[in-house]
């Protein structure tokens, strides 16, 4: 994992990425999403600094492809209802506008689907509006 200089580096780097996160938020979340250790830097050289504290194999390739199909068998499968909750500017749902339909079939994968947007909110949407999608989790749970 990338190490950065210090917090406000790391919060910067958040910034950077995530449009909607506020200053403050940043700040919030790199006391929670990093650590103090080692790791490298841009360039690959060692370095102790402030750490992401991610799965390093997040992005990494999986031992086998994604099969769409096979996902879609499982997902017909779940009867239980699903929130389905998506960021209004995320770069996922722009990517789904580029195939018309794709959404639409795997929502329809599922018995009981209900979706919600949030506004302002891009991929990590529980960065930039954290609690209106604690709202939506909540309501959600008490209906």
């Known amino acids: 994992m990338h ?3 210090d917090r406000p580096s790391f919060a910067s780097r958040l910034q950077r990425d995530n449009r909607f996160i ?3 938020r940043a700040e919030f979340l790199s006391h929670h999403l990093a650590r103090e250790g080692d790791g ?3 360039h690959g050289v060692k370095k102790h600094g402030i750490v992401w504290n991610g799965d390093p194999w997040h992005k990494a390739s ?14 017909k499968q779940v009867t239980c209802p699903v929130r389905w909750v998506a960021g ?8 789904y506008a580029t195939r018309p339909g794709d959404w639409e079939a795997r929502q329809k994968c ?5 979706e919600v947007w ?13 609690k209106e999608v604690a709202r939506l989790i909540e309501e959600y749970f008490k209906t």
């Not at 209004?88 to 990517?95: A, L």
């Open 40 to 42: 490298d830097d841009r």
């Open 110 to 114: 599922f018995a009981n689907v209900d």
């Open 62 to 75: 999986g031992p086998y492809l994604f099969r769409l199909e096979e996902s879609m068998a499982v997902w």
């Open 22 to 24: 506020t200053p403050e």
């Open 3 to 5: 190490v950065y200089a």
């Open 88 to 95: 209004r500017q995320s770069w996922v749902v722009k990517e």
């Open 118 to 130: 949030v506004d302002d909110a891009d991929h990590m949407l529980h960065y930039d509006q954290p």
